[in-house]
């Protein structure tokens, strides 16, 4: 069982920075694949970007360029900097964990950490 724990949401200026985090509990946190998602209201849960066990990664269109993943291995912990933020980013953001092998797949969720970007 793994827990995700995020934070670092907040209301913010168009044009400004912040830096997500969500923290994992549980051994092993090295093997996953993080990913960020982010919902509006009733909509579809959006993969915005994820990062490997490897280190490989990944974004949606909308972000490129904007938005960085990273993770620390050490810290069971997965970053989101999202920098130039815009309205249409104002969203909840969720983090994932996923591994999948031949017995199955892993999937946690966290609670979410509402992200408001407004003057």
């Known amino acids: 069982q793994v827990q995700l724990v995020e934070s670092g949401g907040g209301l913010v200026q168009p044009g400004g920075s912040l830096r997500l985090s969500c923290a994992a509990s549980?051994?092993?946190?090295?093997?996953?694949?993080m990913r960020w998602y982010r919902q509006v209201s009733e909509k579809q849960r959006e993969l915005v970007a994820g990062?490997?066990?490897?280190?490989?990664?990944n974004y949606a269109d909308s972000v490129k360029g904007r938005f960085t993943i990273s993770r620390d291995n050490a810290k069971n912990t997965v970053y989101l900097q999202m920098n130039n933020l815009k309205p249409e980013d104002t969203a909840v953001y969720y983090c994932?964990?996923?591994?999948?092998?031949?017995?199955?797949?892993?999937?946690?969720w966290g609670q979410g950490t509402q992200v408001t970007v407004s003057s």
């Open positions: 994932n964990s996923e591994f999948t092998s031949a017995a199955g797949r892993l999937a946690y």
């Open positions: 549980g051994r092993r946190f090295s093997i996953y694949t």
């Open positions: 990062i490997t066990s490897g280190g490989s990664t």
